[in-house]
């Protein structure tokens, strides 16, 4: 069965700064991945997602992610982050023909002034 | 308009009762799904529907009943509540299940069972 990683549990960057989510997946074959965030309080709502062509997807909010299948990797990036963005941010991955859809555990930003 | 809406938003209940939670999407989509979102913010699907067909059903007590009236509802009946149930539960919709249609969620049930 598919499943998703991300190691970082907290991250605190200041505002302006870029950002790097990490997200490492398991799974056989090219599975669906994809990006969410939540605010608190709130529902998710997707950012981006994979499912195949160009490896660098682009998202709302400036966001965007890469692909990188020889490291089973979808890491999120943010070139300059806003306070805004101060959230819960989830990585997914969805096999082909499977309704399943594994969520990690996700990672907190915190967003310094 | 809401997409995927669902309610109550807070339901705070003692342990043994038995507690319903409604969920609807107007989106058109074929599959529904439940989530459950732990104190550490952990997502795990408990079911998931496909044109009111039950297509997954993880390890849940048989307490947990849902139930899809049409495939534009799935609601979420448990009985005998215990203080483990407490948890925030989001129902979830997607155009079609087993590809890339991305998830669409409600805002969320934040149950207490106490």
């Known amino acids: 069965a598919q499943s998703v990683t991300q190691p970082d549990i907290h991250i605190t960057v200041s505002e302006g700064a870029s950002l790097e989510l990490r997200c490492n997946y398991s799974?056989?074959?090219?599975?669906?991945l994809f990006w969410y965030v939540q605010s608190p309080g709130q529902g998710l709502q997707l950012l981006l997602k994979y499912f195949s062509g160009d490896t660098l997807v682009q998202g709302i909010k400036g966001f965007e992610a890469e692909f990188k299948r020889s490291q089973s990797s979808f890491n999120l990036r943010k070139p300059s982050v806003h306070w805004s963005d101060a959230a819960e941010y989830f990585c997914?991955?969805?096999?082909?023909?499977?309704?399943?859809?594994?969520f990690g555990a996700g990672t907190r930003l915190t967003v310094k002034p | 308009d809401t997409a995927v809406s669902q309610t109550p938003k807070y339901l705070v209940t003692q342990m043994g009762n038995d507690k319903s939670i409604k969920c609807e999407q107007n989106?058109?989509?074929?599959?529904m799904y439940w989530y459950k979102q732990d104190s550490k913010k952990f997502l795990k699907i408990m079911f998931s529907?496909?044109?009111?067909?039950?297509?997954i059903n993880e390890t849940v007590p048989n307490r947990f009943s849902p139930k899809s009236p049409d495939k534009a509802h799935l609601n979420l009946h448990i009985n005998s509540l215990e203080l483990g149930d407490s948890a925030v539960y989001f129902c979830?919709?997607?155009?079609?299940?087993?590809?890339?249609?991305?998830?669409?969620f409600g805002n969320g049930t934040r149950l207490t069972v106490t």
């Open positions: 529907y496909n044109n009111k067909e039950l297509i």
């Open positions: 799974y056989g074959a090219t599975p669906y």
């Open positions: 989106l058109g989509h074929d599959t």
């Open positions: 997914a991955v969805r096999a082909n023909n499977n309704n399943d859809m594994r």
């Open positions: 979830a919709s997607s155009l079609r299940g087993g590809d890339h249609s991305p998830l669409h």
